[in-house]
């Protein structure tokens, strides 16, 4: 089984709120991460977690917060958003050991910020 | 970083091989090459990946140059269903984790 899962598959929310992207993988990957895709550009790294702890944030603002609550899941945690924030998010999982580390991609959240 | 450059969009009649281009001259000697498409309204699907030697699997054929700093992804018959963007990635280590640096991506358009 190669599959990540992420959910919810569409959700749209307000500057004010809270939400929370979700997504899981069951194939014994050690690294998670988060992308974020703009229409008709290529996916932009946002975080990686390598054994459950936080490796590389890419100068991503505070108002994205990435949280490992074990190996199998990953959170985003969103609040005070930003109309431009509106974006396919996606997760993607590997190995986490060395080379060739080839990357797993889940279909993503339509993230749309009123 | 390393960068890849591709062409923005290629187009190939259906059942015709299509050779998918890819520029990465400032690629380092541990850096894989490989090579994602995403179909629409889907995430990236994993093609291929090689490091200095000719690759091939079910779904395509890699061809890195000697130098290595150009490569090139092979679709022997595309077919509709391979309509998709192409991206071309390397993958540096950076902080004990290798992350992917996207190409711009090409998209490849069959006709039927």
């Known amino acids: 089984d190669t599959e990540v899962t992420q959910t919810p598959k569409h959700l749209v929310m307000g500057m004010t709120n809270k939400k929370s992207l979700k997504c899981e993988q069951h194939?014994?990957?050690?690294?998670m991460y988060w992308y974020k895709q703009k229409a008709k550009k290529p996916p932009e790294l946002m975080f990686v977690?390598?054994?459950?702890?936080?490796?590389i944030n890419e100068s991503v603002p505070s108002r994205f917060s990435p949280e490992c609550p074990n190996s199998s899941l990953l959170n985003l945690h969103l609040h005070a958003l930003q109309p431009e924030d509106s974006a396919l998010y996606l997760c993607?999982?590997?190995?986490?050991?060395?080379?060739?580390?080839?990357?797993?991609f889940g279909p993503g959240t339509r993230l749309t910020v009123l | 970083d390393a960068k890849t450059t591709q062409p923005n969009s290629m187009e190939s009649n259906e059942e015709e091989p299509v050779h998918l281009p890819c520029n990465h001259s400032?690629?380092?000697?541990?850096?894989?090459i490989h090579w994602y498409r995403q179909l629409p309204s889907q995430g990236p699907e994993y093609v291929i990946h090689?490091?200095?030697s000719n690759v091939n699997n079910r779904m395509a054929s890699l061809a890195i140059a000697e130098d290595r700093k150009s490569s090139t992804l092979i679709l022997h018959r595309a077919t509709l269903r391979d309509a998709a963007v192409y991206y071309c990635?390397?993958?540096?280590?950076?902080?004990?984790?290798?992350?992917?640096?996207f190409g711009t991506g090409t998209r490849l358009k069959v006709l039927a």
């Open positions: 993607a999982s590997s190995q986490g050991l060395t080379s060739p580390d080839t990357q797993y």
């Open positions: 194939m014994g990957h050690r690294a």
């Open positions: 977690y390598s054994y459950e702890k936080l490796s």
């Open positions: 400032t690629i380092s000697g541990t850096d894989y």
């Open positions: 090689g490091l200095t």
């Open positions: 990635i390397l993958r540096p280590l950076e902080s004990g984790t290798y992350k992917y640096i």
